[in-house]
């Protein structure tokens, strides 16, 4: 069964946009801290940005920051990702991630893999020069 279900994804040209979702199973998402990493051939998963489940504070990836931001959709029951000024370095699979966790942690934490215990498939995102 399919828990966490990325879309969005596509082929767009440098300097232009695309929005990422994420789409739960469950209402009980809902209360889960959620992120989104990315990768890109040959190179490892990076984390890019979260949500905190509590209070809906945000942490992002130097990388990102200024450009994309996360944000959640509790009557939907989704997560998503606007991606702003996209550069070809951006193109990569897009994961959406979950953390079953409840409580507060500080910002370093939603930079580990192992913060998250629900993955969805991926989506790829292309930027061309």
């Known amino acids: 069964q399919v828990q966490l279900l990325e879309s969005g994804g596509g082929l767009v040209q440098a300097g232009e946009a695309l929005r990422l979702l994420c789409a739960a199973s469950?209402?009980?998402?809902?209360?889960?801290?959620r992120g989104w990493f990315r990768q890109a051939p040959g190179k490892e998963r990076e984390f890019g940005a979260a949500i905190r489940w509590s209070g809906g504070s945000t942490v992002y990836a130097d990388s990102v920051k200024g450009r994309f931001t996360i944000s959640r959709d509790t009557a939907k029951n989704t997560v998503d990702l606007q991606m702003n000024s996209l550069k070809p370095e951006d193109t990569a699979v897009y994961y959406c991630a979950a953390s079953s966790s409840r409580r507060y942690y500080s910002d370093y934490y939603y930079f580990q893999l192992t913060a998250y215990d629900y993955w969805g498939q991926g989506t790829q995102v292309t930027v061309s020069s």
């Open positions: 469950e209402r009980t998402f809902n209360r889960y801290a």
